[in-house]
């Protein structure tokens, strides 16, 4: 049976998660393997819940905005634009496989892009295996 | 805290849930989630008896927290919300769980779909569990209104707040009133005249017992926020400068705009070629009476040039939007001063869209006006003509209908010159603290919903300082401030949401990196104490600067560290 | 009241000595401790054997403190074995504390750091390229030495911690400081800190005591301190220098800043954060002026080495805690 | 090298009926609809554009004008009624006008009074001087036969001697024609071949209107062809048979069955025609110029004289016969001296040509794009 990964999603209230709520009300149908966590704005999202799904064993973790320009508080997606390279240094940092994390921006009207983005996620996600992190602290306890 | 006890309610929405997720497993399995004092399932929560189970048992079972896993939150929050109020508990001791537009309506496998709807729901256990009670508070409105700008868009704005009983402050920069229409001789499609127009305008502003005209004055700042802004004005009539500051609770800003300095594009040999002039130096002569070239003779031919400075790459890409009819009424009014003289009117497209402009347009060419098409980028180049020729001056152009390079002759070229920004654009935005776009144009809050108000709770924007626009439009925008203005002066109180983000004075170590994060302004920094904090009231709770804190000094109600953690173990459990 | 004399053990895990160092910084204070306290362990100043130790009961020792991380076996050991005798143990040290510059050694498994240590570093001779084993025989004899883990731990990691002592040393003042409210607690005169309270530092961030201006910051690039000539007087993180001190905990004395030197964050995150590195990375990203994705990847691509600045001292500290290349 | 614009060649065009040419703003309607149009050819999209912006140059060596046969499609489909069909038509009159080097055609077409005033001059002076050859030589009451007041074999002469006055005018102006339109061009001066291979297209054109046929209005095309063909036919009895035309009160009917056929083809298609222009009641009859009319009275008026003066002989009213044929000839000769030279009927000459023409610029085109390609191919490859 093939592993199917879990991943957590941050959605901003405003553009992404109405878009998901959009791909709902159009029955656009794609892959349950993200699981939606609403915060008002891509720029609330701390580099730390990242780490933090991370650590309890997401295999990936998506996050979504509204486009560039077309924030509901103006510019909050260009705070989430800057933060998420350094983010991603980090995590190469750390060893985390690229695709694990993606930044992506769906407005109130893109459904099929959120459900397309899901979709292809998950695939990826699919394609890497599990997550690296809760095994390997699983290992270091066992080493001891 | 009293110890938890959490109902949670599964809604099966008829089928459009309980066809695809399986409602009961749901239920069976966030029942032993800690905390949890009830859960079940319903046909519809959101129906009167759903929201009546929900209050009953509050009482009942004396729950303390409410998790209602069902349609999106943005749907029903509100309703829930409602049906805890009613029961006595705090509206914030509720959570929704989105099992249905994120789960059931997009996915068909029963098995992943329920693990799903759990998961959600698990979370939104976790999470309630550490939710607050939050209180909205509400402040005064006050009545009064500040108008940056005496030009059209401000005057209609502050009449129908003044005829409404509210004080307005005109805060103008010149000595009159009017801003750029007053430089306008008719007006298009109808040709009437501005200047009727105008006097009627001013003359019931001037006389306006609740309006105070303030000429040759600036707003050096504003502070406060929404209902409760003072504003400080600097009057510099002839010479002598006088200080005031006048509480306030909205403004609307009406600063209008500059035309391009035709100066710019070289090839059009403006500032060179006497004969050269822009729109308004022509609005100047017509106004005058006396349509003359330099030399002082009727020009035979006038050629009129559109789009100078805009719809280009190498000035403004957008499209100043008044300029194809005005000229149109330069063809009208150039023929009704030289019965004998032929226009051409060298366009890019012809923006006729707005009421009564395709007939006019129509119009236009019955008297004979010779359109000639242009392609955008490519200018059509202006030489002095040689003794032989019967004019001033050779237009040369690449027709794009003709597919012709033809050289038309002009003793007369007007220059559509079109709108910018006004220099100080960027400091108006600072000082009410809105924002900017690439053109400096200022950023309404909503494109289509709300083009009138911005991203400063009490702030308003009105007229061509928004973007080109004609008359009517402006006006239209002036008016629907007024009017968004009056419902809350009719309130007399605005309702504060209680979500917003606070700073804890004790962590905070005034390292200012929050500073310049906030869209409004909301977070001040004390030099006394040497901490930030937020002006809750202008805080709409978008969390950048919570995420940013680099000692967790600020906390978002509602939307808390904790929280999300919550969240976060409960979706990964 | 000699006779109830405190217990106390001074013992070390994976650590540079400057720890041990920094509690002999306390000069004369020394003395004073000695006056109350019976010093069963502490190899650098005072004698003592594991074996000594091994004898004692249970909770013998009212205080064991410990600097250095875990990195071995026999720092394990150690670690637990204090724990198990004394009544209150406590981690000394960023290292004790977050597992400190030896944490760094996360980022690279095992195999590499042996590969490095001892066959491709050239100050090794020839023909002597040996890698330790745990155990080994020679000429007959069993030999067993420490067995090197993949990963370093924080202590707490290991063992149950009651109180925190961050810094990398801790000042010698916050020591004394830390060890007479130990003092005062264990003899009754006060009460005791909170159970894992972290002691001898202070709440808020180093910018609360940096005396450098602050203002709103906007920078397009970063800079390493000699790169330019600095402001003395200004916030080195306007003037694009990566400066930890904004997510670090105060309690130094601001001694880097002050010297020039950017906070390299050794007293670790201030109550409420939960990932020293995570936070500098929206508090820093925050800073930098554009819009455009290019511009920032340049700015960013002036911050080379991310983790080793975001979290120098908090590696095993962190939600990632490790490398997780495979 | 940029062509000068003259703004003020729509106000000289006006004179020639074109007062709607300034409201098309190129939604190219008319283009989309019209037949002829498609490739290069933006017809009549093209000839508008170049009137608005005054390429005086460009229409005088154009050829568009003369490929229309304004059935009036353009016209119905135009959403800003800027006429296109009669902005054709005027530029033929233009054309017409710039042809002819008399100057004469400009003047009728610039004031109907000269052209009526002329038409009445050429008129009484020919009456006049018929009246005075009959009386000088025959008696008023002899159609025919030895003392015939216009004898055929003397009319014939004159007949001949007009026709060559005609032929004259009418051939310098197709000379001029030719010279501003194809001679001026060096590609088009010389190309004999294109010239020899092309050269049926002109009788072709000239007795089918081919071209004509192609519009999807088809009754406009069978009036004009049967006008046409009428006419042609009675032109070659009168030239060659006039002496069986005259000669009765027997019927010859080798030559008045043709005769009969032409006269009723040319007075019904006229009377259509006049009716139609009365009535405006197709989108060609919309706009009358005066030339228009002038052209349809002196063919009513010829054709029913012949008719009458034919009947009048056979029925042995010789007296009125000849009455008849005097005021016959009064309106042939002004018909034949002024109206095909110098007016609206130079066109059956000038618009075959312009076919012959087009084709052949059309040859020369090809012919040089195929010499440029292997260089094109080179470039590209």
Redesign the interface.
Known sequence: MTF?P?I?GFLC?WCS??G??L???S????A?NV???????S????????????????DGVLICGCH?GDC?????N??M???????K??LA????EEDRVRLEWVSASEGQRF?NIVNDMTERVRALGP???KM??A??MA?? | MDELKIGVYICNCGTNIAKVVDCDAVVEASSSLPGVAVAQPYQYMCSNPGQEMIVADIKEHGLNRVVVAACSPRMHEPTFRKALQKAGVNPYFLEMANIREQCSWVHHDRDTATEKAMALTRAAVLRVARHEPLERRSVDMCPNTLVLGGGISGMSGALDLADAGGKVYIVERENHLGGNVARVDLTAPYLDSAHDMLTERITRVVEHPNIDVLLESEVESVEGFVGNFQARIRSKVDGDVSDQTVDVGSVIVATGYKEFDAGRITHYGYGKLPNVITSFELEKMLRGGRLETKEGGAPQYVAIVHCVGSRNLEFHTYCSRVCCMTALKYAHEIKAAVPDCYVSDIYIDMHAFGKGHEDFYRRSSEVKTLFLMYEKNDYPVIRKAGPKDDCEMLIEVNEKLSGETIEIPADLVVLMVGMEARDDAEEVARLVNISCDKDRWFIESHPKLDPVATTTDGIFIAGACQYPKDIPDSVAQARAAAARILARIARGKLEVDAVFAEVDEDRCSGCRICNQLCPYAAIEYDGEKRRSHVISALCKACGACVAACPSSAITARHFTDAQIFAQIEGVLA | MAETKLQLAIYWGAACGGCDVSVLDTNEFILEVDKVADIRLWPIAADGKYSDVEAMADGELDVAIMNGAVRNSENEHVCKLLRQKSKVFVAYGSCAYMGGIPGLANLVPRSEIFERAYLTNPSIEPGNRTVPLAETSVNGYHLEIPKFYDRVYKLDQIVDVDYYVPGCPPQPDQCKAAILALVAALTGQADPPPKGAVVGALERALCDDCRREKSEKKISRFYRPWEIMQDPDKCLMEQGIFCAGMATRSGCGVRCPDSGIPCRGCYGPPPGVADQGAKLVSAVASIIDSKDPDEIEQALATLPDFVSFANRYSIPASQLQRSHRQ | MAIRANPKLIDELEAYGAQDVAKCYHCGNCSATCPFSGGDTVFPRRAMRQLQMGLEAKLDSGLDPWLCYYCGECSDECPRDAEPGETMMSLRRWLTARYDWTGISRLFYRSWKAELAAIVLVALLAGAGFLAFGFSRGSIDHYDGANAFLPSASIHVFDWILAGVLVFFLASNCARMWWKTMGKDKDTRFAIGAYLTRIYLLPLHFFTQMRFAKCDRKRPWVVHLVLMLSYVTMLVLIMFFLKYMASGPQVDWRVHAFGLAAAIGLVVTTAWAMRGRMLRSETQYQHSHESDWMFLILLLIVAGTGVLQFVLHRSGADVAANVAYVVHLMGVVPMLALEVPFSKWSHLAYRPLAMYFADVRADVEAAKAKAAEPLGAAQTA
Not at chain 1, 43 to 56: E, G, N, Q, S, Y
Not at chain 1, 72 to 76: N, P
Not at chain 1, 81 to 87: D, K, N, T, V, W
């Open positions: 199917e879990t957590v209230n998660y109405t998901a709520d791909a709902g009300t029955r656009i149908q794609y349950p699981r939606v966590i609403r915060v008002m704005c720029a609330r999202i701390d580099p730390t819940f990242v780490l933090k799904a991370l650590h309890d064993g997401a560039p509901h508080y103006s510019e909050g260009y705070k634009m800057r933060r998420y390279p350094l983010l240094k980090l940092d750390y060893g985390i459900a997550s690296p992190v390997a602290l290992r270091d080493e001891r």
